[in-house]
């Protein structure tokens, strides 16, 4: 799949706890991103695979630097950092000021996620947490290069017309005309629900009842758990097993689904018999963080 693109409309529904819990169970190697133009948080709420602090300046903003020069899928790896847990990821930038000196990359970095798949000395999916996303901004630049483009909602009224808007308005952007929702365009659009727990299949039929209706060609791919205690777990400032909390064990359901409903397990085989016949510390096919593998 090679890069999945995590956005909202408006709100605060939580995409990057979201795009992290995603990415820490996925069925393949996962690199998580913070690309959001407003800037990242992973820097203030997770801490390092070493037990201590992030580095800020290893990330987005020196990537964005080696991309001045010319950019190749295997030269991401060299701004990533492991976070407790495994999950390796790149670190956000420090605020729109410094978003703003990104003018012209979006494309160049979009290319250079979406070739890491396929990358033989270290492929893996890129899970991009893009933020708030409107009706125009650099980041959109970002979005052809993606193999998904996830939007995320909670279930309230107001928060689902904002969703169906946003992804009419980015399939419009995206595909070029309204195809209804059996003649989906690329990328594909999908909608991600968070809902307490126990109610989330009734309302993903619901809403995917009026995405159709609307012939927006866009799908709910699944919901994820309203889980507080489980978001502050992932965070690490909560003590417990998050492999067992219902964020975690609803994101691990949810990566399985849309990594086999958009035709990625023959792609993972690949890789993985690749993997077994000569294995590398840069591609591991086991050892998953958060009990990460195939769902």
């Given at each position: 799949?090679?890069?999945?693109?995590?956005?909202?409309?408006?709100?605060?529904?939580?995409?990057?706890?979201a795009a992290v819990a995603l990415a820490a169970v996925w069925p393949r190697r996962a690199l998580f991103a913070e690309v959001d133009p407003a800037g990242g948080?992973?820097?203030?709420?997770?801490?390092?695979?070493?037990?201590?602090?992030?580095d800020p300046n290893t990330g987005m903003l020196s990537l964005a630097a080696t991309a001045r020069r010319g950019l190749v899928a295997e030269q991401v790896w060299d701004h990533a950092q492991p976070i407790a847990g495994g999950l390796d990821v790149l670190v956000g930038l420090g605020g729109a000021e410094q978003a703003a000196g990104l003018g012209g990359l979006w494309p160049t970095l979009g290319r250079a996620f979406a070739a890491l798949?396929?990358?033989?000395?270290?492929g893996a999916d890129v899970i991009a947490d893009c933020g708030r996303i409107g009706a125009d901004g650099p980041v959109q630049e970002l979005l052809p290069h993606a193999s998904l483009v996830l939007l995320l909602a909670r279930t309230e009224p107001e928060h689902l017309a904002r969703v169906r808007d946003r992804a009419a308005a980015l399939s419009a952007k995206l595909h070029g005309a309204h195809r209804g929702a059996a003649q989906l365009g690329f990328p594909p659009i999908g909608v991600l629900l968070v809902a307490e727990p126990g109610r989330g299949e009734k309302i993903a039929?619901?809403?995917n009842t009026m995405l159709i209706a609307a012939q927006i060609g866009a799908q709910v791919v699944g919901t994820l758990a309203y889980d507080p205690a489980g978001a502050e777990q992932l965070a690490g400032r909560r003590r417990g097993h998050v492999g067992k909390s219902l964020l975690v064990r609803s994101a691990r359901q949810v990566a399985?689904?849309?990594?086999?409903?958009?035709?990625l397990a023959t792609s993972y085989q690949a890789t993985a018999g690749q993997a077994?016949?000569?294995?590398?510390?840069?591609?591991p096919s086991t050892s998953y963080p958060y009990g990460q593998g195939p769902a």
């Open positions: 799949m090679a890069l999945i693109a995590f956005a909202a409309d408006k709100g605060s529904p939580g995409v990057t706890t948080d992973l820097v203030y709420r997770s801490a390092a695979a070493h037990g201590g602090a992030l798949a396929d990358s033989p000395q270290g039929g619901q809403v399985g689904d849309v990594f086999h409903r958009f035709n077994t016949a000569g294995q590398s510390a840069s591609h």
